[in-house]
């Protein structure tokens, strides 16, 4: 475990000295790139006044709803696709066209559409999470070996034991590949929704840190999303760990 931290430690510790050091002695004013130490003492100050546990809490919840929402329909809708060519055929333009549009770009329409509480935010959430769901769940569903279900069959297994039994524990390395992109993904799709329109969540601090020059909030805002992006990443991984276990040995 040391190991593994040993050279992430070293990274971060020499960001923030090459950071610190443009800071100091680059003349750059503070309202543009602020220095390690005001960012810091920011923080601190957002979360003395509860400011940011609060909106970090709301940001929080939108992406694990829309996460949640965008994984189970993205495998259901997949496993269908996967064992139905014909039904693949007929949703898959539909489904290639909707990647083919920004969120970005109908953000505003879902903001106006759903309204402007979480439901918004959490529908952009989950659209940017399914496709890439999707296309795992797909993937991984049709690259369970042939010989599994001529077994399975031989035995006179029901289609749920084959379910459970084979495609689950098959797909899984594939799933968890695209959950991983999934899980990065829905902290973007969070954010997007706020910034079209939204009143809290960290969203919203990035705006109002721009419109008042306040550079080291922006700055604490960033790294919060980049905190929970890692967050979610650290989950998806231990989740590899606990069901995966049994590649690596």
């Known amino acids: 475990?040391?190991?593994?931290?040993?050279?992430?430690?070293?990274?971060?510790?020499?960001?923030?000295?090459?950071?610190?050091?443009?800071?100091?002695?680059s003349g750059i004013p503070n309202f543009i790139l602020p220095s390690p130490l005001s960012v810091?003492?920011?923080?601190?100050?957002?979360?003395?006044d509860r400011s940011l546990p609060y909106h970090t809490g709301i940001?929080?919840?939108?992406?694990?709803?829309?996460?949640?929402t965008g994984v189970l329909f993205a495998t259901v809708v997949g496993y269908l696709l996967a064992k139905s060519r014909s039904l693949e055929r007929v949703l898959s333009?539909?489904?290639?066209?909707?990647?083919?549009?920004?969120?970005?770009?109908?953000?505003?329409?879902?903001?106006?559409?759903?309204?402007?509480?979480?439901?918004?935010?959490?529908?952009?959430?989950?659209?940017?999470?399914?496709?890439?769901?999707?296309?795992?769940?797909?993937?991984?569903?049709?690259?369970?070996?042939?010989?599994?279900?001529?077994?399975m069959n031989s035995l006179h297994a029901t289609r749920a034991q084959i379910l459970w039994k084979v495609e689950v524990p098959a797909s899984l390395p594939v799933f968890l590949g695209g959950l991983r992109i999934g899980a990065t993904l829905s902290v973007i799709g969070a954010i997007v929704g706020e910034l079209v329109d939204a009143e809290e969540g960290l969203g919203f601090l990035l705006q109002l840190g721009d419109f008042q020059y306040d550079t080291?909030?922006?700055?604490?805002?960033?790294?919060?999303?980049?905190?929970?992006?890692?967050?979610?990443?650290?989950?998806?991984?231990?989740?590899?760990r606990r069901f995966l276990g049994w590649q690596e040995k």
Request: contains cysteine.
């Open 93 to 151: 333009p539909y489904l290639v066209a909707s990647q083919a549009i920004p969120v970005v770009a109908i953000a505003p329409l879902l903001v106006i559409w759903l309204g402007e509480g979480i439901l918004s935010k959490v529908v952009i959430c989950a659209l940017i999470v399914f496709f890439p769901v999707l296309v795992n769940t797909i993937v991984g569903v049709r690259a369970v070996p042939i010989a599994l279900y001529d077994l």
């Open 59 to 68: 940001t929080l919840i939108e992406i694990l709803l829309g996460l949640l």
């Open 40 to 48: 810091w003492t920011r923080f601190l100050r957002a979360v003395d």
């Open 216 to 240: 080291p909030m922006v700055f604490v805002a960033v790294f919060t999303l980049i905190a929970l992006a890692l967050m979610l990443y650290g989950i998806v991984t231990m989740l590899e």
């Open 1 to 25: 475990m040391t190991k593994r931290l040993t050279p992430i430690l070293i990274s971060i510790l020499s960001f923030l000295l090459v950071w610190h050091l443009i800071t100091r002695y």
